[in-house]
């Protein structure tokens, strides 16, 4: 996700109480190879930005997780935009729609 700023475009930065996607891990692949859940992406909010404000540094934080049975809590959470398979355990910004 980008912001647009005139003409320039700008990658956010990430701070506590905002809302990321969290893709999670599903489960592991069966002998014939199929799953009985893929990776998914799951609201979640910033709850630590280990780095403060140095944008160059925010590669890993902690999130709050809401997922459809329950909150998943964790830290060194890496992010990852999505292009094209989703992987799981990490974090990414919002798709515009």
Do not use: K
């Amino acid at each position: 996700m980008t912001a647009n700023t005139g003409d320039t475009l700008t990658t956010p930065t990430p701070s506590v109480g905002r809302i990321v996607h969290y893709v999670s891990h599903g489960t592991p692949i069966r002998a014939d190879g199929s799953r009985a859940f893929t990776a998914q992406c799951r609201a979640a909010i910033i709850t630590e930005v280990p780095y403060g404000d140095d944008p160059s540094l925010h590669d890993s934080i902690g999130l709050a997780v809401l997922n459809p049975t329950g909150m998943f809590f964790n830290t060194g959470i890496p992010h990852e935009e999505p292009d094209g398979d989703l992987i799981g355990g990490t974090w990414h910004w919002p798709e515009q729609v």
